[in-house]
């Protein structure tokens, strides 16, 4: 062929024409989709706020305002409940309320018992004898409430009838409990209180402290070798009152240790 410029151009047939082949893929139909569409978007986010626990209320707020949801939000509203009839009613409603009236000048007490925890074993002793004397104190309230007189408690000799250790006879009556302790060793008050007594034991407890806890209760030192405190003196549990010893009515170093109620001894191993 020739062309305009004199240049030939070759003749070739023409190209065939491309087939545009159609693929058709079904695509998994979603069952909910056309409900959907029937509620309408307004439908659709009420029943969004419903069911999450926002309250009907707030999704038609949401809803009127154009806000989308992102977030679930933690229910809020009021418990609800149904009268005879039917109808919703807040819970606060189903029982009458009384009314609550006082005159213009009425004292209001916010008094409260005391908050009392494991690590304050003072205050469990002060709240059992607030309000009653140590001896309405039962055995299972009372344990615990007193401290191991001594870092180490070992036992030496219990509380209640045995054979004496001085005249070999029976049904002697020890009145404390007998621990095992070196001369010199550090002696503790069980609780806090005042010491009422720094002194000579006559009937064979040797150098003696007593500590006044209140409503009756008191605990005794014996056989000690000396004193860290004086009479009307107030201790805290744990504080140092004397060292052991084998003064008095004594076959070697230990500590007598009693607990007095309304001035007579009982078990300690009750209190501790």
Known sequence: MQ????????????????????????????????????????????????ASGIGQKAGIALAATGLVLTVTVPATSPVMA????????????????PAVTAEAGAQIDFSRSAVVTQADPDGKLKQLLSAQSAGAVSSAASAGSLGAP??????????????????????????????????????????TGTVTFVGWHQYGGGNRVVVDHGNGLETTYNHLSSFNVTEGQTVSRGDVVALSGTTGASTGCHLHFEVQVNGEVVDPTRWL
């Open 82 to 97: 149904t009268d005879a009839a039917g109808t919703p009613v807040a819970a606060s409603a189903v029982t009458p309320q």
């Open 150 to 191: 001594l870092a180490t408690m070992s036992t030496a000799s219990p509380f209640g009838y045995r054979v004496s250790p001085i005249t070999g006879g029976s049904g002697d009556f020890h009145r404390g409990q007998d621990y095992v302790a070196q001369c010199g060793t550090s002696v503790l008050a069980a609780a």
């Open 3 to 50: 062309t305009s410029r004199g240049r030939r151009r070759a003749a070739i047939p023409a190209s065939t024409p491309r087939v545009v082949e159609v693929i058709h893929t079904e695509r998994p139909r979603d069952l909910h989709r056309d409900a959907r569409r029937r509620r309408g978007p307004f439908q659709q986010i009420t029943e969004f706020a419903s």
